[in-house]
């Protein structure tokens, strides 16, 4: 028999070793609980649903019937947590809606107009307009004038505040945040408005304090608080 070349046979060895390889990929099936690459699509009017031990549904996405699509959301219990649906056949845009362990709805978006829906927030009522009736002092050192307590929920509070004072007289305006002065004094005449970062995170109970002292005159520095709110970052 001729003799063969080693680096034949070295090459047929090789090819044997690389048949047998890709035999045996082709025995292996893929992970079947997850997705290395792309998305999953589900179409044709279908839906996905997370489901616990007890049959109770998690996570819904997908088709609602009424020819609806949404999703939902509960916690592990079965209570509702979050919803972006109608939950009817209005064709109308879906509001999302957050509720409490008793399917209450606590917060909500207004679908029509843009803004919340719910909860209702608290405005400041009209003040009063009589500046002979508005906090003031003719202390020649700041004292405080008016107080409130708030719980704040934003980041940053505005508060804007009318201030004057009598004929002949001079003085200053400021405020305090708990105990701590927030914003500019400004001169008695000027307006005060400003905006800043205010408590110690959400649902922090605030006191503000506005506090103001006459620097030359005898009549008396008025201030009066007309518009406050929480605002983000």
């Not at 008793?102 to 500046?131: F, H, M, R």
């Not at 003031?136 to 704040?152: E, M, P, R, V």
């Not at 508060?159 to 405020?175: I, K, N, P, S």
């Amino acid at each position: 028999m001729a003799a063969v070349p080693l680096d034949l046979l070295d090459r047929i060895r090789e090819l044997e070793r690389q048949v047998r390889e890709l035999a045996g990929r082709s025995q292996i099936r893929p992970a079947m609980d997850q997705v290395s690459k792309g998305y999953v699509r589900i179409g044709e009017g279908g839906a996905f649903g997370v489901f616990s031990p007890e049959g109770k549904q998690i996570l819904g996405v997908g088709h609602w019937g009424n020819g609806e699509y949404g999703l939902s959301m509960k916690r592990q219990d079965g209570s509702p947590a979050m919803s972006i649906r109608n939950g009817t056949d209005e064709k109308m845009p879906q509001p999302v809606r957050l509720f409490d362990p008793k399917g209450n709805e606590i917060w909500a978006d207004d679908v029509k107009t843009g803004g919340i829906a719910c909860p209702y927030i608290t405005l400041l009522a009209p003040q009063n307009s009589d500046v002979g009736t508005w906090p003031k002092t003719d202390s020649g050192s700041f004292t405080q004038i008016a107080n409130s307590f708030n719980s704040l929920w934003q980041p940053k509070m505005r508060l804007f505040m009318h201030t004057l004072a009598d004929d002949g007289t001079a003085g200053e305006v400021r405020v305090l945040v708990d105990g701590q002065t927030w914003g500019p004094a400004v001169r008695a005449g000027d307006n005060f408005d400003f905006t800043g970062f205010a408590g110690n995170g959400p649902g922090s109970q605030i006191e503000i304090a506005v506090e103001a002292r006459r620097t030359k005159g005898n009549g008396h520095i008025y201030a009066q608080p007309k518009m406050l709110y929480g605002c983000r970052t």
